[in-house]
């Protein structure tokens, strides 16, 4: 079935370096492609989408480019703060309507 | 606020015991969605209906039961809980299907199983 791969974390890192979390996908088919954010003590919320290749999400700073051609969406962030503080999760849906996510990366930024 | 609500928020209970989770989407969304967080076994989607009927089901266990009322509040049925149950369970909500939608996501309810 339709499946996404995260780099593990944690990854720790201070205030304004540069973040960059794996993920590759495997699905049949063009499926689309999240991110979601889960800060301490909430549920997820969307950070972005890209529903076709080659389209760029972004938000808060926060940017990832659907490649079809290496089955990723890697996101990334150029200058992170601490309240970007949290679990990152990369998710995708197929032709089966499910949302699916990969494990979650923990990241860490201290001030 | 994402507008789901789920309650309760925090719920113990003891092995062999059922519980009911209760979720209600934000105003206007039609599909509701169940995820179970685990340390060990991450985000798990569990299933999904839309307007009543199921939808899409995932890793859910024959133990496990849900459906959406009229009114499109949906319940999570828990029964014969094991410690392994375990987890933050978590209720979505979109507008319809999710091939490209954003989902809106509760608080969760935290069961212990003890």
């Known amino acids: 079935g339709d499946s996404v791969t995260q780099m593990e974390g944690p990854v720790t890192l201070s205030e304004e370096a540069f973040l960059t979390i794996n993920c590759t996908y495997t699905?049949?088919?063009?499926?689309?492609l999240f991110w979601y954010v889960q800060y301490p003590g909430e549920g997820l919320q969307l950070l972005l989408k890209?529903?076709?290749?080659?389209d760029k999400g972004s938000n808060k700073g926060f940017e990832a480019t659907y490649r079809k051609e290496t089955t990723s969406f890697h996101l990334e962030k150029g200058s992170v703060q601490v309240s970007d503080s949290a679990v990152y999760f990369c998710?995708?849906?197929?032709?089966?309507?499910?949302?699916?996510f990969g494990a979650g990366t923990t990241v860490t930024v201290r001030a | 606020d994402s507008g789901v609500t789920q309650t309760p928020k925090h719920l113990i209970t003891a092995t062999g015991q059922r519980v009911t989770l209760r979720c209600s989407p934000r105003?206007?969304?039609?599909?509701v969605y169940w995820y179970q967080q685990s340390l060990d076994q991450g985000l798990q989607f569990l299933i999904q209906?839309?307007?009543?009927?199921?939808?899409a089901k995932g890793n859910i266990l024959e133990r496990f039961s849900a459906q959406q009322f009229p009114d499109l509040h949906s319940e999570l049925n828990l029964s014969s809980l094991e410690l392994g149950d375990s987890a933050l369970y978590f209720c979505?909500?979109?507008?319809?299907?999710?091939?490209?939608?954003?989902?809106?996501f509760g608080s969760g309810t935290q069961l212990s199983v003890l």
């Open positions: 998710a995708l849906t197929g032709r089966d309507y499910k949302l699916s």
């Open positions: 699905a049949t088919g063009y499926p689309s």
């Open positions: 890209a529903t076709k290749a080659d």
């Open positions: 979505a909500s979109s507008v319809g299907s999710p091939a490209n939608e954003k989902l809106f």
């Open positions: 105003s206007g969304d039609l599909s």
């Open positions: 209906y839309y307007n009543g009927e199921e939808r």
